[in-house]
Structures are given as C-alpha cells and as structure tokens.
C-alpha cells in the first residue's frame, strides 16, 4: 500500500528553512509513501462564529488532512511556541466539534531553527496540541534541527551531509511509524 503523508510547514515564507527542510525530505520519501505540501498560507482565522457557514478554505483544509493517512509537521519556533499560522490550521482542522478531522493520524515533526535550542519549545508546543486533537506524534527519534541558516547552500539545497543522514534515518523511522499506525 502507498500512503499518503499530508506535509505540513509553519512558515509562509519563501526562503523558509523549514519549507527548505520539508522539500529536502520530501525528495527522499520511500517508496511506501507519497507526500504532498498542504497549503495554509490563505486559510481565514478561525473563528466559531463562521462554523455555521465556514470558508471554502477551511472546508478544503478539512478535506485534505481527512484524505491523508499521515501527516509529517515542520516548525519555526517563535517567541517559544509555534507560529499562529500552524496552531490555526490546528485549529481549523479540529473543529467543527466532534468532526475532528485530524483524528488518529500517525505524525512526526520536524522543528527547524536558526538558533541553537532549535526549536525544542515549539516543537512541544505542538505536541501538546497535538495530544489533544489525537494524533500520534512519534516519540523517537526526535528532530531538533538548529543553526538552520548553515544547511543550505544559496539554492535553497540542503548540503550539510550529517544532516541529510539523520534525516534519512528519521524518515525510516517514520515510515514503520505510519506503517504500524495508520488504518
Ligand atoms: C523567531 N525566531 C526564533 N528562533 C528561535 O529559535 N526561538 C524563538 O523563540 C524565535 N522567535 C521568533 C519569533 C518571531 C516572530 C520570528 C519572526 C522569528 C527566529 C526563527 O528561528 C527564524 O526566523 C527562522 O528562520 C524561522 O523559520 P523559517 O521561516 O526559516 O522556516
């Protein structure tokens, strides 16, 4: 069976390293998985007053992590949290209540800094919220990625060897992970 990984980066920038990161991954996705970029860049606030009659975005978004069988997350890390933009597309996806569309999604998460803590309070932010909306984050082997502006050369191309290994392993890993939990 293919499956299909919803990626999901938490940075809208175009240089972002985490985007950068996420691009360098998806180019060595095994065979068993298929992984696509799902976009959040113009998804509307969430806002309970509009669950009534939601955005077309937010209906899509739902769509899309719904028809994904697993999720991989990439986060900047600001001011110690994940950004706004990533906890709202969280947000969206869990609601309407009791349609939470995140449900049960095997996930793994990537955070990505130009900082030395390399995004350690963001990348537990988000597994805090991901706890809640039921998505199995896997434990281990975990991603810190830091010092992220030395990885790249000025294409955007991740060249730091020691780097692309490891996520070469953190792939494998979370290959068996979707393997052993999606349905
Ligand atoms: C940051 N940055 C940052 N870095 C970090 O390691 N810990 C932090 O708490 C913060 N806080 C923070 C807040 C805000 C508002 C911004 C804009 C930036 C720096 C951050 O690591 C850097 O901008 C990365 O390049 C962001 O990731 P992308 O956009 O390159 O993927």
Redesign the pocket.
């Known amino acids: 069976k293919k499956y299909k990984i919803a990626v999901i ?5 175009k ?7 996420a691009n360098a991954m998806m180019a060595m996705a095994p065979e068993s998985l298929s992984m696509e970029l799902l976009d959040i860049s113009g998804l509307p606030w969430f806002n309970e007053d509009l669950e009534e009659n939601p955005p077309k975005e937010w209906v899509d978004l739902r769509k899309e992590i719904k028809a994904a069988d697993g999720l991989l997350f ?1 986060t ?6 994940v ?1 706004g933009v990533l906890k709202n597309a969280i947000d969206v996806g869990s609601r309407p209540y009791g349609k939470n569309s995140w449900d049960g999604k095997p996930a793994a998460i990537v955070s ?8 350690f ?2 990348n537990h932010h988000l597994r805090q919220s991901l706890t809640f909306v039921n998505v199995p984050a896997m434990a281990q082997p975990e991603a810190y990625l ?1 010092g ?2 030395d990885l790249f050369d000025d294409k955007g191309k991740l060249i730091n060897a020691s780097t692309k290994d490891f996520l070469k392993s953190f792939m494998g890993a979370f290959e068996k992970w979707v393997h052993t939990i999606a349905k």
């Open positions: 980066v938490g940075s809208l920038r240089e972002s390293f985490n985007l950068k990161t990439f900047p890390e600001y001011n110690r949290s950004p990505v800094s130009i900082g030395a803590i390399s995004g309070g963001a830091g992220a502006a």
